[in-house]
């Protein structure tokens, strides 16, 4: 009676506790759970439904665990606020159409190395305040990885991973907000995005901004809001348009004064270069009218 069936919403069902064998439902492409606080099991069999786009349990705060994956028509994956969830599910095969992956509020601390089979992946978002998550550095260089968005998060490579298998990513926007970042750490992680647009480091705990920033030729926009700690600026990228250091309250006059005549220097040049374009456009239509 129900094999045809295309969507299944169980929101707010407070009374479910289980997901038991649904692998009759081979048309299935929206299975949604939302805010089923009692659920603590799900079968095996939801892992395995190919026509499967949608695969929602956003609020399911006591499921503890998920069977594997292997959904390859599959575009959005929730798990946020699934707060006993301890382990992100292993994924089997390629699953070249799911952009986003929305893990706020979880108890995952590690991302299995199966999760580079997310192909497709565009947005990686993940915040829990005071979590310690391991990141393999080979998820950083998943093909379309842009954007990374992290929040309350301290961040530690993964423990199988070597020196030698760092390497940098495509990734060109990044938030790392509250991360327990320090002058020790944060040398590291930005040797490892050398690409970036957009990098927002408010909220964390280095004193200095180093030196190596200055090598950031493609960063537009830089965001260091509430970094309470930060005393100094020793450079700032070429092509930089965005600074933001609202309540940087440690940050010293000379870094200040130094931010300040980076402005003066860039608003100058930026009049030179106009009266230089506005002086030869006015010769050449002048030289134009004489000929």
Known sequence: MFLGLKVLRLDNSECL???SDISALHNLEEFSFRKCKNLL??????????????????????LRSFPPIQLPSLELLEFSYCHRLKNFPEILGKMENVESIFLSGT????????????????DLVLYEHGMLLRLPSSILMMPNLHCIDVDGYHLLPKQSDKPSSVVSSKVKSLVLTECNLTDESLPIVL???PNLTYLNLSMNNFTILPECVKEYHSLRSLILDDCKLLEEIRAIPPNLRCLSTLNCESLTSSSRSMLLNQVLFSFVLFCVVFDFIFYSILYLSKLTSYL
């Open 17 to 19: 506790t289980e997901i």
């Open 41 to 62: 099991t799900v079968h095996d069999s939801v892992g395995f439904l190919n026509k499967l786009k949608i695969l929602n349990f956003d609020g399911c705060s006591n």
């Open 107 to 122: 108890s995952i601390e590690e991302l299995p190395d199966s999760f580079l089979n997310l192909t497709g992946l565009h």
């Open 191 to 193: 040797k490892l995005f």
